[in-house]
């Protein structure tokens, strides 16, 4: 009881300090469009070889992230008895890692006045999650994405009985970033059968997003990683699989493959009138 308090302490301390940081490295919300052209200075010393612990904090935000299990042991309701402060704390990391993902390269200047000199500065934690190369990083990652992106699906006789996570977009943007700046992890997810486990809450998530205008950024992304996805003959081959999962999804009911599936969805997508973006007439 004690050991489980003082854990969740410190993870919301942990929380609240990520929260500074991201506060700090997103300081271009808090500026004017004019004095937003320089580079962020504290993602560029978060990333470079000056901090020391560039390294051990990269691996920690991203075990943070992918280690996160929403379920636990099974237990009915046990989120609503328990709080879990396991969730924020993964939801600011997969935050801090978009950030500090964002270029792969920073603008440093050294110095003020005539003297000042500027270069360009390794992204070390670019670097980092390009060097990943063996098989059982590859799978912890996968597995973590697939757990954490089908959770929300998940379905269980008792109703809410489940906790269901919400920070779905940001792992898409940080499964997308990896697949972008890391090729072999994109062929190990290509090669692996848990690619449609990754497509299916994908497509879940543009059939969901596809009226709301609030959620286009969601669209894009999702539509970017299967973009991504079918530049590989290797994805197209493993879409020939039947589709048997029970997911709610509001499509037709069908008998087919998982590309039946994709064909669908797609269709929706593209089909769907955005009411909100259609421009009201004047009487």
Not at 1 to 9: E, P
Not at 131 to 156: A, C, K, M, S, W
Not at 191 to 208: D, Q, R, Y
Request: charged residues 20%; proline residues 6%.
């Amino acid at each position: 009881s004690s050991s489980s308090g003082t854990n969740g302490k410190l993870d919301s301390n942990r929380c609240e300090l990520l929260k500074l940081l991201l506060t700090c490295f997103s300081e271009a919300i808090y500026l004017p469009p004019s004095d937003t052209t320089s580079p962020n200075r504290w993602v560029a010393y978060f990333t470079s070889e000056e901090n020391r612990h560039a390294l051990p904090l990269f691996t920690s935000l991203l075990n943070t992230v992918l280690a996160y299990d929403p379920i636990g042991y099974g237990v009915p309701y046990y989120h609503a008895i328990v709080s879990d402060a396991r969730e924020p704390l993964s939801e600011v990391a997969a935050q801090v890692l978009m950030v500090t993902l964002d270029s792969e390269s920073n603008h440093v200047q050294t110095g003020s006045g005539p003297e000042a000199d500027s270069r360009m500065q390794e992204n070390l934690f670019c670097n980092y999650l390009g060097r990943i190369h063996r098989e059982e990083d590859f799978h912890f990652i996968l597995h973590g994405f697939t757990t954490l992106l089908n959770n929300p699906l998940v379905q269980t006789y008792l109703p809410n009985s489940c906790k269901k996570i919400r920070f779905h977009q940001e792992l898409l943007i940080l499964f997308w970033k990896m697949c972008d700046i890391n090729k072999k992890f994109l062929y190990y997810v290509l090669k692996s059968s848990s690619v449609l486990e990754l497509l299916v809450p994908i497509l879940h998530h543009l059939n969901e997003a596809r009226a709301d205008p609030a959620r286009t950024g969601l669209m894009h992304i999702g539509i970017f990683i299967l973009l991504l996805l079918s530049g590989e003959r290797n994805f197209g081959v493993r879409l020939n699989k039947p589709y048997q999962l029970k997911v709610p999804m509001d499509v037709p009911v069908f008998h087919g493959t998982h590309a039946d599936l994709l064909i669908l969805v797609s269709t929706r997508v593209s089909t769907q009138k955005n009411v909100a973006a259609v421009p009201k007439s004047e009487d």
